[in-house]
Every structure is written in C-alpha cells, then in structure tokens.
C-alpha cells in the first residue's frame, strides 16, 4: 500500500521559513503527480503548490507564487515543500497528496482527484 508520512510543521513568525516534508512508499512514483494542499477551518481544502515526478513540472497557487517552492528527490521517494516569507494566512494544516493517474500536463486542484493522502502537518504562522 502507499504510505505518505509527512514532517516539518511547526510554529514560525511573520517572514520566517519552514520546509515540510513527505516521504512516500509502497509504489513507484514516476509518473504520479503530487500536490500539496492546506485546509483551515471553515475554508474548503486549498491546493497551494504541486509537482509532476516525471518531469518537475511545478504549479502554485498565486496566494503563494514567489514564497513557496516545491520538489522532489526521486531517489528518497520524497517531496518538499520550502515555504519562504511566511504570512499569517499561510496558517493551517498543510496535507501532501498523491494522484495516481493524473491527466498530465494539467495539475488538478481539486482534492478529490488525488488519491492518497499524508496525515497532514500544522504550520502557525505568528505576526
């Protein structure tokens, strides 16, 4: 089965970084795109930044173009998530996410289309 184990959270003033990562087994992944998403109560879940293992193709949300930036280490079978100049905004519990099948070249934002999930990791950002 896959397996998506997530670290780096934490607790990061206004401007600060964090790096969150996601380890992934059970599965080769060279041709999964994975998406990074957050969720705060009462908002619907956000995709903020996804990468294509088979390329490194990168999408962001502009909510966080510029800030965040992610990749993967295909021989650690693991993506990250490099979140630069934190804003209070970016607070939540941030899940890494796992689509399958996806329809390349296009990333979906919708959560529903990926088909496995980290446990989440929270990130406060204080002001």
């Known amino acids: 089965q896959v397996q998506l184990v997530e670290t780096g959270g934490g607790l990061v003033q206004a401007g600060g970084s964090l790096r969150l990562s996601c380890v992934a087994s059970?599965?080769?992944?060279?041709?999964?795109?994975s998406g990074w998403f957050r969720q705060t109560p009462g908002k619907e879940r956000e995709l903020v930044a996804a990468?294509?293992?088979?390329?490194?193709?990168?999408y962001y949300a502009d909510s966080v173009k510029g800030r965040f930036t992610t990749s993967r280490d295909s021989a650690k079978n693991t993506v990250y998530l490099q979140m630069n100049r934190l804003i209070p905004e970016d607070t939540a519990v941030y899940y890494c996410?796992?689509?399958?099948?996806?329809?390349?070249?296009?990333?979906?934002?919708?959560?529903?289309?990926?088909?496995?999930w980290g446990q989440g990791t929270q990130v406060t950002v204080s002001s």
């Open positions: 996410a796992f689509r399958e099948r996806p329809l390349a070249p296009f990333f979906s934002v919708r959560s529903i289309d990926y088909d496995y």
């Open positions: 990468i294509a293992w088979s390329n490194g193709v990168t």
């Open positions: 059970g599965r080769t992944f060279s041709t999964y795109h």
